[in-house]
C-alpha cells in the first residue's frame, strides 16, 4: 500500500497538468502543392537586399498601392511577411499616432534586419513578430487588413494560415493579396512566384473569404480585398485599367 501511494504521488508531481505544460502539438507537415499550384520556395533572408532594391518603386509601383490601402490613424495593420521591413515601415507612419504596424515574418533574422533598419528612424509603432509557418502568432480580432505582398504563394500551410488570419482580423477587415500575375507572360517572374485571379479566387473562397475589390492598377501584380465570408463585403469595385 505505501509502495502505491508512493509511485502515485510521483505520477501527481511528474505529470503535466492537462492544457498547462502539455507539450505542443506536433507541426502538421508541409505541403509542396495546394488546390494543383505548386508552392514556391520561402526567399532565404540572405537575399532581403532584394526587398529593398532602389527599383523596387519603378517595377511594382509600391507606393500607388500602398496609398490604395487607404490607411489611417489609429489603425491596426499586418504586414504578413514583413521581410526587412519595406512595407511595414511606411504603414506604421500612415497609421501613427494611435495604430500599430504587426510585421510578421517567420525567419527571425528577417526580423533582426527589420529592427536594424528601425534602428534611429523613430517609429515606435511597429510589433516584430516571429511566426511560424502554421501560425502568424496574430493576437485574435488585432487587425483591421492584413496585408500579403507576394508571399501568399510561399505559404507552407496556407490553410491553418488563412484560418489564423481570419481570427486575427476584426469584424469588417480585410486580407489584401498582392500576387505576381500568372496570365502575364511579361512579368519577369518564376512561374511558380505568381497567381492568377481565378488560382487566388478559387484558394480564399475554399478557405472561408469572399471577394470584396480589386484594383488593376499595378504594373505587375494583381491586387485584391477579401472579407470573412460571413461578413457583409464593401462594394465590389476595380479600377478601369486594363490587367496586363
Not at 507537415?29 to 494543383?36: A, K, N, V
Not at 489609429?74 to 504587426?102: E, L
Not at 507576394?150 to 507552407?156: G, I, L, P, Q
Request: hydrophobic share 45%; aromatic share 6%.
Amino acid at each position: 500500500m505505501i509502495r502505491l501511494r508512493f509511485i502515485a504521488l510521483v505520477l501527481a508531481i511528474f505529470t503535466p497538468a492537462r492544457g498547462e505544460d502539455a507539450p505542443a502539438a506536433a507541426t502538421p507537415p508541409p505541403l509542396t502543392e495546394y488546390m494543383g499550384r505548386v508552392i514556391a520556395q520561402t526567399m532565404h533572408w540572405s537575399a532581403a537586399g532584394w526587398l529593398i532594391r532602389h527599383k523596387r518603386d519603378r517595377e511594382e509601383a509600391s507606393v500607388k498601392m500602398r496609398e490604395q490601402l487607404q490607411l489611417r490613424p489609429g489603425m491596426d495593420v499586418c504586414d504578413m511577411g514583413a521581410g526587412n521591413g519595406y512595407h511595414a515601415m511606411p504603414m506604421a507612419q500612415s497609421v501613427a499616432p494611435g495604430g500599430r504596424v504587426f510585421a510578421v515574418d517567420v525567419q527571425p533574422e528577417m526580423i533582426d534586419l527589420l529592427k536594424g533598419r528601425l534602428a534611429g528612424q523613430h517609429i515606435d509603432n511597429i510589433v516584430p513578430v516571429v511566426g511560424l509557418y502554421h501560425d502568424p502568432k496574430l493576437p485574435e480580432k488585432s487587425c483591421d487588413l492584413i496585408l500579403l505582398v507576394d508571399v501568399y504563394h510561399e505559404f507552407s500551410h496556407p490553410v491553418h494560415m488563412l484560418a489564423a488570419m481570419k481570427k486575427a482580423l476584426k469584424p469588417g477587415g480585410a486580407l489584401v493579396l498582392v500576387e505576381f500575375r500568372s496570365e502575364d507572360d511579361s512579368v519577369p517572374i518564376k512561374p511558380e512566384h505568381k497567381m492568377s485571379k481565378a488560382q487566388i479566387n478559387k484558394e480564399l473562397a475554399a478557405n472561408g473569404y469572399k471577394l470584396a475589390k480589386e484594383f488593376d492598377g499595378l504594373p505587375w501584380q494583381h491586387m485584391m480585398w477579401f472579407q470573412v465570408a460571413d461578413v457583409p463585403a464593401a462594394p465590389a469595385s476595380s479600377t478601369t485599367n486594363p490587367t496586363r
